[in-house]
């Protein structure tokens, strides 16, 4: 079993940088992969990025690719690091970690245990 816990969200401006962390507790196997996705108001759930639980690849969507750095910054913590935030990336977001990788990390079915979520809001 494994716990998350989202941090870090909050209303900033665009332009702005904002980082959110994800803190696991539990038995976490190097394998392991660590997501973060989001729910922009009214939408669906997108993939958003996904890193390794070891030293390893990073995954991103389009969308946030050369924005947005996902890493494992502490013994049991990942970040999102967010630059030049845009309104769009309005959104609930989540970290979420699949525990049998099988290269579908966009995918947000193929992960197991999901944290509840930090809200991030960006005004033009």
């Known amino acids: 079993q494994v716990q998350l816990v989202e941090s870090g969200g909050g209303s900033v401006q665009a332009g702005e940088s904002l980082t959110l962390s994800c803190t696991a507790s539990?038995?976490?196997?190097?394998?392991?992969?660590i997501g973060w996705f989001r729910r922009p108001p009214g939408k669906g759930r997108e993939f958003v990025a996904a890193t390794q639980w070891s030293p390893g690849p990073t995954y991103y969507d389009a969308s946030v690719k050369g924005r947005f750095t996902v890493s494992r910054n502490a013994k049991n913590t990942v970040t999102l690091q967010m630059n030049s935030v845009e309104p769009e990336d309005t959104a609930r977001y989540y970290c979420?970690?699949?525990?049998?990788?099988?290269?579908?990390?966009?995918?947000?079915?193929?992960?197991?245990?999901w944290g509840r979520g930090t809200q991030v809001t960006v005004s033009s």
């Open positions: 979420a970690v699949d525990d049998q990788p099988r290269g579908g990390w966009a995918e947000y079915d193929e992960y197991k245990w």
């Open positions: 539990g038995r976490i196997e190097s394998n392991y992969l």
